[in-house]
């Protein structure tokens, strides 16, 4: 039988002080610290238990440590203990359970010391009870006995860790319906049970908190957010609301349950989480500030003022369903305004008001309100099982069916709700069972349709249940009781206490040296134990890194029909690699294949599969790279090696599509990086330096050979680095003699299969240039000559750079270089940094040199940027008043500003708050206020004649005079939220698309509707609409080009490997530009009557958020903060394919969200979600 306690834990501030940032040492008692586990039952040596999970500190303290002058005050409520529980969420969904009381004890005398704090000082410290099982009352009432006998001033007859170890080894889990386990702490008796297995599943809280805290229609708007499986964050002050909330809510959704990311009590420092695409469900306390982040779509529940808000639409619950569900509701809460009407004792009425419903809220409400809302499931999905066959459920055919009964189209909510990983999840489950077998859900369907009372079907047991015993040890009365003036330290061990004195040694001489060594600069593996190493690392992530197994593991479990790239699997696990500073998400997913590998997996990968394992990989390595992580891309490398030995039948190009299209591996900064990384680590000390360096040297040329680097760039990389290391000729020649076998390092690398020997022996086709390619082939065969040993030792200076220009390029799909020589030589340009937002940068415009000559004169620098943020602000910028562009700010918002446009007098934006501003541009005024849509406004467009045209996710576009201040008329009308506008003011043509992946145009003029362009089968995120062309670009992985007269689709642009969501039309060349969220720039021309991609860039390894082009110039920007300024040559013609990168600025880690180009300035300007703005000159050297 197993036990219902697993552990008893104490956290707190720990030998090893390190602030919430992760810096060593002590740095005032304002900030505050890390938890550490600093005490646990059964301790941790302790073979037959798993360790308490890592993160247990950081969640059970989400505020962290802080230091105060005082503990328990009865006079000041602050000082008082808090009782809370939380839960935490295992890789394969399980939760565990924790009960915590967090209280100021007085810092341990050797910490004090070593620290040199004041006498007399208090932390905040945490003890826990930890259990799989979900009996909440019983984890709290036995945690606050144990707190109560500490602090008693009568003392315990035992020492309190006696009493815990005995507790906590002793007390059995009860069989569900059938016992009661009676145990005792010290005096106190406490019982424990469970329900029958087939009834509802326990639910050891009060749902009262969820009722109290939110009125009947935001109980039903939380409980739809649920289903549709929304981002949902619950806000209070109390940190028990918040679990108690997330707990209550899960079980009104039984038999379903939540699959989503769920953490009931986030940690402060984890607040960036929120921004995370995937669904979940977070509780984050009400002080921690968000005005920051973008929020976009999250589901905010307000407990304590009773508001949910969301800038997406929640589909409302279905007729007659949702009418019922809240009327039964109220019913239950408050039954004599309901029934006030009623005659009592006449007809069913008291059936209709259940009994003693007047008494204060208890068990028996808890019991009523779940199966309210198994009510409203078994109607919702009445007949359901009649479209099971083969075991599989026909949606379409329900909803049919469903639609025929109400003569309504299919409800939005539940055709969501049908398609969630919920219902998914359960239709496995039921799948499963027997087919003789019922659920509850079941049960009541059957039972509502034979005309019995809903609570029939829960089990009624007559028989009391067994009582189970736990005595207590016997032991002699003491003549002293044990009484503590602070929560007693447990026994530690020899090794632990030597572990302690060092540390806290250590901190003492770094206060004592003065700072010559400041402790926050020291690595954090100093003196960190592997638990502490991995708490700091779990920190990062808490439970989606917990997940990462397992979401690794469903992803290769997608069957043959489930699309990886569009799975809720892939998307999470890429969400965490891109939003992780740390490298954890990385670094984590990496290992979790290399232990997949070790754990015997043949390593087949289907089509499909190799593309998303490959676009992670290739994601880790990346932002590996720009962190300097070497270790996570040495280990990526490894893997990626493994994985080809493993599948026998692999791709051919496998080398081509997943490792040599990341760009790194092409710069000098990279090798040389990954060569002194090499040298960093352990050696022989017997081995000389030169033959270290040239083993390492060995190393980093197998990577390359492995890699597909023509031997000539490989050997140009290597010999710069020998020379700075004054490497001698005798190992210079060693080392091209081993680069002269190529093709055998190859091999050795990827694998010796017949198959891929084949493959490896006809060249392994590489993307590079014709040139270069004929150039890697005779390389090899002057291996056994003279002339490569004496080209060897050449200084000729123009040799070696025109060979080494070859180490970087941008490659078109028809093999032909587009690189000028500014961009060969890497100029570094002038960035500035303009700080000024609080919040995430959320829309930029530019305002062109012609725009602003009234205000600034025609100067040849003349030209603004306006910006919109999260703190509701507009601010204008003017890059010329150098150190000081901000020109103004411009208040008048209340919700994040989505969209800015001007013209030479005016500003106009538009904000989640549902309105339109217009601003003086000269004297930054307020004019007009404009309102009229019902939801966040998207696109804004100054038009001609003092016009401004707005389209908002109402799915309304909107013409206003702002002469008049006069809503004009509603121009065009779509079906959902409108994400993208095009007009052409001189014929009066209209283009619009969103989530409902139509393209619709209008002729605003004559006020009809010309065409809707249906080809599309997701969102449309971009379009472009020049003369009688309309291109579009969705998220289903395609750019469309039509025809505006015809409606017709002349082309489908389809080899992006992620959503286009930049698109543009350069008009002198006639060519189409589409940027994706892959990181690839194609260009495309027409040819022979049909299109084609002439080229292919890859220097930006994130979403393109923006293309820009001119005559002559073309601008770029992407989501990783990474900026492109193209020229087109006046010798290039008139073809797409001209253009040729000019300049690239060095790019520094952020999150862009919006980009805009200034081309006759030659500047672009990137907005970050910390509030900051990237400023380049791209015609100005530093």
């Given at each position: 039988?197993?036990?219902?306690?697993?552990?008893?834990?104490?956290?707190?501030?720990?030998?090893?002080?390190?602030?919430?940032?992760?810096?060593?040492?002590?740095?005032?008692?304002?900030?505050?610290?890390?938890?550490?586990?600093?005490?646990?039952?059964?301790?941790?040596?302790?073979?037959?238990?798993?360790?308490?999970?890592?993160?247990?500190?950081?969640?059970?303290?989400?505020?962290?440590?802080?230091?105060?002058?005082?503990?328990?005050?009865?006079?000041?409520?602050?000082?008082?203990?808090?009782?809370?529980?939380?839960?935490?969420?295992?890789?394969?969904?399980?939760?565990?359970?924790?009960?915590?009381?967090?209280?100021?004890?007085?810092?341990?005398?050797?910490?004090?010391?070593?620290?040199?704090?004041?006498?007399?000082?208090?932390?905040?410290?945490?003890?826990?009870?930890?259990?799989?099982?979900?009996?909440?009352?019983?984890?709290?009432?036995?945690?606050?006995?144990?707190?109560?006998?500490?602090?008693?001033?009568?003392?315990?007859?035992?020492?309190?860790?006696?009493?815990?170890?005995?507790?906590?080894?002793?007390?059995?889990?009860?069989?569900?319906?059938?016992?009661?386990?009676?145990?005792?702490?010290?005096?106190?008796?406490?019982?424990?049970?469970?329900?029958?297995?087939?009834?509802?599943?326990?639910?050891?809280?009060?749902?009262?908190?969820?009722?109290?805290?939110?009125?009947?229609?935001?109980?039903?708007?939380?409980?739809?957010?649920?289903?549709?499986?929304?981002?949902?964050?619950?806000?209070?002050?109390?940190?028990?609301?918040?679990?108690?909330?997330?707990?209550?809510?899960?079980?009104?959704?039984?038999?379903?349950?939540?699959?989503?990311?769920?953490?009931?009590?986030?940690?402060?420092?984890?607040?960036?989480?929120?921004?995370?695409?995937?669904?979940?469900?977070?509780?984050?306390?009400?002080?921690?500030?968000?005005?920051?982040?973008?929020?976009?779509?999250?589901?905010?529940?307000?407990?304590?003022?009773?508001?949910?808000?969301?800038?997406?639409?929640?589909?409302?619950?279905?007729?007659?369903?949702?009418?019922?569900?809240?009327?039964?509701?109220?019913?239950?809460?408050?039954?004599?305004?309901?029934?006030?009407?009623?005659?009592?004792?006449?007809?069913?009425?008291?059936?209709?008001?259940?009994?003693?419903?007047?008494?204060?809220?208890?068990?028996?409400?808890?019991?009523?309100?779940?199966?309210?809302?198994?009510?409203?499931?078994?109607?919702?999905?009445?007949?359901?099982?009649?479209?099971?066959?083969?075991?599989?459920?026909?949606?379409?055919?329900?909803?049919?069916?469903?639609?025929?009964?109400?003569?309504?189209?299919?409800?939005?909510?539940?055709?969501?709700?049908?398609?969630?990983?919920?219902?998914?999840?359960?239709?496995?489950?039921?799948?499963?069972?027997?087919?003789?077998?019922?659920?509850?859900?079941?049960?009541?369907?059957?039972?509502?349709?034979?005309?019995?009372?809903?609570?029939?079907?829960?089990?009624?047991?007559?028989?009391?249940?067994?009582?189970?015993?736990?005595?207590?040890?016997?032991?002699?009365?003491?003549?002293?009781?044990?009484?503590?003036?602070?929560?007693?330290?447990?026994?530690?061990?020899?090794?632990?206490?030597?572990?302690?004195?060092?540390?806290?040694?250590?901190?003492?001489?770094?206060?004592?040296?003065?700072?010559?060594?400041?402790?926050?600069?020291?690595?954090?593996?100093?003196?960190?134990?592997?638990?502490?190493?991995?708490?700091?690392?779990?920190?990062?992530?808490?439970?989606?890194?917990?997940?990462?197994?397992?979401?690794?593991?469903?992803?290769?479990?997608?069957?043959?029909?489930?699309?990886?790239?569009?799975?809720?699997?892939?998307?999470?696990?890429?969400?965490?690699?891109?939003?992780?500073?740390?490298?954890?998400?990385?670094?984590?997913?990496?290992?979790?294949?290399?232990?997949?590998?070790?754990?015997?997996?043949?390593?087949?990968?289907?089509?499909?599969?190799?593309?998303?394992?490959?676009?992670?990989?290739?994601?880790?390595?990346?932002?590996?790279?720009?962190?300097?992580?070497?270790?996570?891309?040495?280990?990526?490398?490894?893997?990626?090696?493994?994985?080809?030995?493993?599948?026998?039948?692999?791709?051919?190009?496998?080398?081509?599509?997943?490792?040599?299209?990341?760009?790194?591996?092409?710069?000098?900064?990279?090798?040389?990086?990954?060569?002194?990384?090499?040298?960093?680590?352990?050696?022989?000390?017997?081995?000389?330096?030169?033959?270290?360096?040239?083993?390492?040297?060995?190393?980093?040329?197998?990577?390359?050979?492995?890699?597909?680097?023509?031997?000539?760039?490989?050997?140009?990389?290597?010999?710069?680095?020998?020379?700075?290391?004054?490497?001698?000729?005798?190992?210079?020649?060693?080392?091209?003699?081993?680069?002269?076998?190529?093709?055998?390092?190859?091999?050795?690398?990827?694998?010796?299969?017949?198959?891929?020997?084949?493959?490896?022996?006809?060249?392994?086709?590489?993307?590079?240039?014709?040139?270069?390619?004929?150039?890697?082939?005779?390389?090899?065969?002057?291996?056994?000559?003279?002339?490569?040993?004496?080209?060897?030792?050449?200084?000729?200076?123009?040799?070696?750079?025109?060979?080494?220009?070859?180490?970087?390029?941008?490659?078109?799909?028809?093999?032909?270089?587009?690189?000028?020589?500014?961009?060969?030589?890497?100029?570094?340009?002038?960035?500035?940094?303009?700080?000024?937002?609080?919040?995430?940068?959320?829309?930029?415009?530019?305002?062109?040199?012609?725009?602003?000559?009234?205000?600034?004169?025609?100067?040849?620098?003349?030209?603004?940027?306006?910006?919109?943020?999260?703190?509701?602000?507009?601010?204008?910028?003017?890059?010329?008043?150098?150190?000081?562009?901000?020109?103004?700010?411009?208040?008048?918002?209340?919700?994040?500003?989505?969209?800015?446009?001007?013209?030479?007098?005016?500003?106009?934006?538009?904000?989640?708050?549902?309105?339109?501003?217009?601003?003086?541009?000269?004297?930054?005024?307020?004019?007009?206020?404009?309102?009229?849509?019902?939801?966040?406004?998207?696109?804004?467009?100054?038009?001609?004649?003092?016009?401004?045209?707005?389209?908002?996710?109402?799915?309304?576009?909107?013409?206003?005079?702002?002469?008049?201040?006069?809503?004009?008329?509603?121009?065009?009308?779509?079906?959902?939220?409108?994400?993208?506008?095009?007009?052409?003011?001189?014929?009066g043509i209209l283009a619009a698309a969103g989530r409902d992946t139509v393209a619709n145009i209008w002729d605003i003029r004559s006020g009809k509707q010309m065409h809707k362009l249906k080809g599309h089968t997701k969102w449309i995120r971009s379009i472009r609409m020049v003369d009688d062309t309309l291109i579009t670009g969705s998220d289903d992985w395609t750019a469309r080009v039509w025809?505006?007269?015809?409606?017709?689709?002349?082309?489908?642009?389809?080899?992006?490997?992620?959503?286009?969501?930049?698109?543009?039309?350069?008009?002198?060349?006639?060519?189409?530009?589409?940027?994706?969220?892959?990181?690839?720039?194609?260009?495309?021309?027409?040819?022979?009557?049909?299109?084609?991609?002439?080229?292919?860039?890859?220097?930006?390894?994130?979403?393109?958020?923006?293309?820009?082009?001119?005559?002559?110039?073309?601008?770029?920007?992407?989501?990783?903060?990474?900026?492109?300024?193209?020229?087109?040559?006046?010798?290039?013609?008139?073809?797409?394919?001209?253009?040729?990168?000019?300049?690239?600025?060095?790019?520094?880690?952020?999150?862009?969200?919006?980009?805009?180009?200034?081309?006759?300035?030659?500047?672009?300007?990137?907005?970050?979600?910390?509030?900051?703005?990237?400023?380049?000159?791209?015609?100005?050297?530093?």
């Open positions: 039988m197993g036990r219902i306690f697993e552990y008893f834990v104490v956290c707190g501030l720990g030998p090893e002080m390190r602030t919430l940032d992760g810096d060593l040492g002590f740095h005032g008692l304002e900030n505050s610290y890390l938890p550490s586990l600093l005490d646990q039952f059964p301790p941790s040596d302790h073979s037959l238990y798993p360790p308490p999970p890592p993160q247990l500190p950081t969640c059970v303290l989400p505020a962290g440590v802080g230091f105060h002058t005082s503990g328990f005050v009865s006079s000041d409520p602050a000082s008082f203990p808090r009782s809370y529980p939380i839960v935490l969420t295992e890789g394969d969904g399980s939760k565990i359970f924790v009960s915590c009381i967090a209280f100021k004890d007085r810092v341990c005398e050797d910490i004090a010391e070593a620290y040199r704090l004041p006498p007399d000082t208090y932390a905040d410290k945490c003890i826990c009870i930890v259990s799989h099982a979900p009996n909440f009352r019983a984890l709290r009432d036995s945690l606050e006995e144990i707190f109560l006998l500490c602090f008693s001033s009568e003392g315990s007859c035992k020492p309190l860790w006696d009493i815990i170890s005995y507790m906590v080894a002793n007390v059995p889990l009860p069989t569900p319906g059938k016992d009661r386990v009676l145990f005792a702490v010290e005096n106190c008796l406490l019982s424990v049970e469970a329900p029958p297995e087939d009834s509802l599943p326990q639910a050891d809280i009060s749902l009262q908190p969820l009722v109290q805290c939110l009125d009947v229609d935001n109980l039903i708007k939380l409980f739809t957010s649920v289903l549709v499986e929304r981002r949902i964050l619950l806000r209070s002050n109390k940190y028990s609301l918040l679990t108690l909330v997330s707990e209550a809510i899960c079980h009104l959704i039984y038999p379903f349950r939540w699959q989503q990311v769920y953490i009931p009590l986030l940690f402060f420092s984890g607040v960036d989480y929120i921004d995370a695409p995937t669904p979940y469900m977070m509780g984050l306390h009400s002080e921690v500030d968000t005005s920051y982040l973008a929020m976009d779509g999250v589901v905010v529940v307000d407990l304590e003022s009773n508001q949910i808000t969301t800038s997406e639409e929640i589909p409302p619950l279905p007729e007659p369903e949702f009418s019922s569900l809240r009327n039964d509701i109220l019913k239950l809460l408050h039954p004599n305004v309901v029934a006030i009407d009623q005659l009592k004792g006449f007809g069913n009425s008291v059936e209709q008001c259940p009994k003693n419903l007047s008494k204060p809220w208890g068990e028996d409400h808890d019991l009523q309100l779940r199966v309210i809302f198994l009510k409203f499931f078994a109607s919702i999905l009445g007949g359901y099982r009649n479209f099971i066959e083969n075991k599989v459920f026909s949606t379409d055919a329900f909803l049919k069916r469903r639609s025929r009964s109400t003569n309504q189209p299919p409800e939005p909510m539940l055709v969501q709700f049908l398609g969630s990983f919920a219902f998914l999840d359960y239709l496995e489950r039921r799948l499963s069972f027997d087919e003789n077998s019922t659920n509850l859900l079941e049960k009541l369907q059957d039972a509502v349709g034979r005309g019995q009372d809903a609570m029939s079907i829960l089990p009624k047991s007559s028989m009391e249940p067994e009582i189970i015993t736990i005595a207590e040890p016997e032991v002699e009365e003491a003549a002293t009781r044990y009484t503590y003036d602070r929560f007693p330290a447990n026994a530690r061990s020899e090794e632990q206490e030597e572990k302690r004195k060092q540390i806290l040694a250590a901190a003492s001489g770094a206060l004592e040296s003065n700072g010559s060594s400041p402790p926050g600069k020291n690595t954090k593996e100093d003196s960190f134990s592997s638990r502490e190493r991995a708490a700091e690392r779990d920190r990062m992530v808490l439970d989606i890194k917990v997940k990462l197994q397992g979401l690794w593991e469903r992803l290769l479990e997608l069957g043959s029909t489930e699309d990886p790239l569009s799975s809720f699997e892939y998307g999470t696990i890429l969400a965490l690699i891109e939003s992780d500073a740390e490298g954890i998400g990385g670094s984590g997913y990496i290992e979790c294949i290399r232990e997949h590998l070790n754990s015997g997996w043949d390593g087949l990968l289907t089509e499909e599969q190799f593309i998303a394992v490959k676009e992670l990989l290739k994601m880790a390595v990346s932002r590996a790279a720009l962190r300097n992580d070497l270790a996570t891309v040495q280990d990526a490398l490894e893997v990626s090696a493994e994985m080809f030995k493993k599948d026998a039948n692999n791709v051919s190009d496998y080398v081509q599509r997943h490792l040599i299209s990341i760009p790194i591996w092409e710069e000098l900064r990279f090798w040389e990086g990954y060569f002194e990384y090499l040298m960093e680590q352990p050696a022989n000390e017997s081995v000389n330096y030169a033959t270290l360096v040239t083993a390492r040297l060995i190393i980093v040329a197998s990577h390359m050979a492995g890699l597909g680097l023509s031997d000539t760039d490989a050997w140009n990389i290597i010999e710069t680095i020998a020379e700075k290391q004054k490497l001698g000729f005798k190992l210079l020649i060693k080392l091209r003699g081993f680069l002269s076998h190529v093709q055998q390092l190859r091999v050795g690398y990827w694998g010796a299969s017949s198959y891929k020997q084949q493959s490896i022996s006809s060249g392994l086709p590489s993307p590079r240039p014709k040139a270069d390619v004929s150039d890697e082939t005779q390389q090899p065969a002057e291996a056994s000559g003279r002339s490569w040993v004496q080209s060897m030792f050449s200084r000729d200076t123009a040799s070696r750079a025109n060979s080494f220009s070859r180490v970087r390029k941008w490659v078109s799909d028809n093999a032909s270089s587009d690189i000028t020589a500014a961009a060969q030589k890497k100029i570094q340009t002038n960035v500035r940094v303009l700080k000024g937002h609080s919040g995430a940068v959320t829309a930029l415009h530019s305002v062109t040199r012609r725009e602003v000559c009234d205000l600034v004169g025609d100067r040849e620098d003349a030209g603004f940027f306006i910006s919109g943020s999260t703190d509701c602000l507009v601010k204008i910028w003017d890059p010329s008043l150098r150190g000081s562009e901000l020109r103004a700010t411009l208040k008048g918002h209340t919700g994040t500003v989505r969209a800015i446009s001007s013209d030479r007098g005016k500003i106009v934006s538009g904000s989640d708050d549902q309105s339109i501003i217009v601003w003086d541009k000269q004297t930054t005024q307020l004019l007009e206020e404009l309102k009229g849509h019902d939801s966040q406004v998207s696109c804004v467009k100054m038009l001609s004649g003092e016009r401004v045209l707005t389209a908002a996710h109402d799915g309304t576009i909107k013409m206003w005079d702002v002469r008049t201040d006069m809503y004009v008329a509603t121009v065009g009308r779509c079906s959902s939220a409108i994400l993208s506008i095009e007009y052409d003011d001189s014929t025809s505006v007269s015809r409606g017709s689709c002349d082309a489908v642009l389809a080899c992006h490997a992620g959503p286009v969501q930049s698109v543009e039309y350069s008009a002198f060349d006639k060519g189409i530009i589409t940027g994706s969220a892959d990181g690839l720039l194609r260009f495309w021309e027409n040819d022979d009557g049909g299109i084609k991609c002439v080229k292919n860039i890859t220097l930006h390894s994130s979403s393109i958020l923006s293309i820009n082009a001119g005559e002559n110039w073309l601008g770029i920007g992407a989501a990783d903060n990474s900026m492109s300024l193209f020229h087109r040559p006046a010798n290039a013609g008139a073809k797409v394919s001209g253009w040729q990168i000019y300049r690239v600025p060095q790019r520094t880690a952020a999150v862009v969200r919006c980009v805009a180009s200034d081309l006759e300035r030659k500047r672009i300007c990137s907005g970050g979600r910390n509030g900051v703005l990237r400023l380049w000159d791209a015609t100005i050297n530093i």
